[in-house]
């Protein structure tokens, strides 16, 4: 991470994204779904801040609520000093050269009728920006920034791997020079092979770039390798939030200690201390009362179904939301 100074790119405050569900009654006005509820955290230039979760967990709508491709229903998000929130579609559509996203299945957001070479001239065209020629040259560095060859430049995308399609939609999210990037489960789709091939082209674009990334995946042992902090999603709220390294050695809350438990380890002894993950993930529509991991969690005890824990500074350089975070219960034991 390279931070210039102390004053964060991205500040996100009690980030809140609610939707209405049928709740099944003819007349009924429906239920509040809490798939962002109550997220802040802060990003600086160069670093990359990992959001892990299972699926449903809220992460890739928090993604989407950042950069206003749904809108938030109540919080504060400030870019550069600038309240996006507050910004209309022109000034949104301006701001948008300086944050771009990079989705899981680049084959969908790629449209099957251009060219690569149409595709990456896009967002040139679209923001007015150099003639033809010029145009052509930055669509063929582009691709020599991503690893691949200029004759790319006339073929569609289905003449891609899926590994290949990702490095097109990383060559269009870097095209006009972004200070962030939102990679939603980027590498998700990918053989594991490829995967660390894509995240190591990300890192050697943020460095040469000083990128920030907001990186969301599934996958604690893909979030670990490229990120420098880490929030731990569960249920659309942050339950635990510190350094990568700190994280995944002295995990503190037990949602975390599972998701680690679940990455897979070549050593069969190792894998029998696992403490893998019971039940499913509650409905976001419906959540437990008090901490929202109680109906799951091998620590519970009374207190936490009847009162929700706040996310606050444990002493071990992270945030956790929990009453009996694992470092106090292993202090009693
Ligand atoms: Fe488990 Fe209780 Fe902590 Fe929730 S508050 S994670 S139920 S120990």
Redesign the pocket.
């Known amino acids: 991470m390279t931070e210039s100074d102390n004053t964060p790119l991205l500040k996100v405050e009690n980030l809140r994204k609610y939707f209405t569900v049928k709740d099944g009654r003819l007349f009924g006005s429906g239920k509040k779904l809490m798939a962002v509820d109550d997220v802040s955290f802060e990003i600086f230039a160069g670093e990359t801040v990992g959001f892990v979760g299972e699926s449903g967990c809220g992460k890739s709508t928090l993604g989407k609520a950042v950069l206003r491709l749904i809108e938030p229903t109540a919080g504060c998000v400030s870019f550069g000093g600038r309240d996006l929130l507050a910004l209309n579609r022109k000034e949104l559509r301006e701001i948008r050269k300086d944050i771009q996203i990079i989705f899981q299945d680049p084959y969908e957001s790629l449209n099957p009728r251009l060219t690569i070479g149409e595709i990456l001239e896009e967002p040139f065209v679209i923001h007015k920006l150099g003639n033809a020629a010029e145009r052509k040259i930055k669509v063929a560095e582009l691709l020599k920034k991503v690893g691949l060859p200029e004759t790319a430049i006339n073929r569609f995308p289905h003449e891609f791997s899926g590994g290949q399609r990702q490095r097109i939609g990383i060559a269009r999210a870097i095209a006009l020079k972004p200070r962030l990037i939102i990679c939603d489960e980027p590498v998700s789709a990918l053989d594991v092979s490829v995967q660390s091939q894509i995240l190591n082209l990300l890192l050697d674009l943020q460095k040469e770039m000083n990128l920030a990334l907001v990186f969301i995946a599934h996958d604690l042992a893909v979030v670990k390798h490229i990120s420098d902090r880490i929030a731990v999603m569960y249920l659309g709220k942050i339950v635990e939030f510190g350094k990568a390294a700190d994280i995944y050695a002295n995990p503190q809350?037990?949602?975390t200690e599972a998701l680690i438990s679940a990455i897979p380890i070549p050593d069969p002894f190792a894998e029998k201390n696992k403490k893998p993950l019971a039940g499913e993930i509650p409905s976001p529509a419906d959540p437990p009362s008090g901490?929202y991991?109680?109906t799951r969690?091998p620590?519970?005890?009374e207190q936490?179904k009847n009162e929700m824990?706040e996310l606050i500074p444990n002493g071990k350089n992270s945030l956790v939301a929990?009453?009996?975070?694992l470092s106090s219960l292993q202090e009693t034991s």
């Open positions: 809350h037990p949602y901490c991991f109680h969690c620590y519970v005890q936490c824990p929990c009453h009996f975070s």
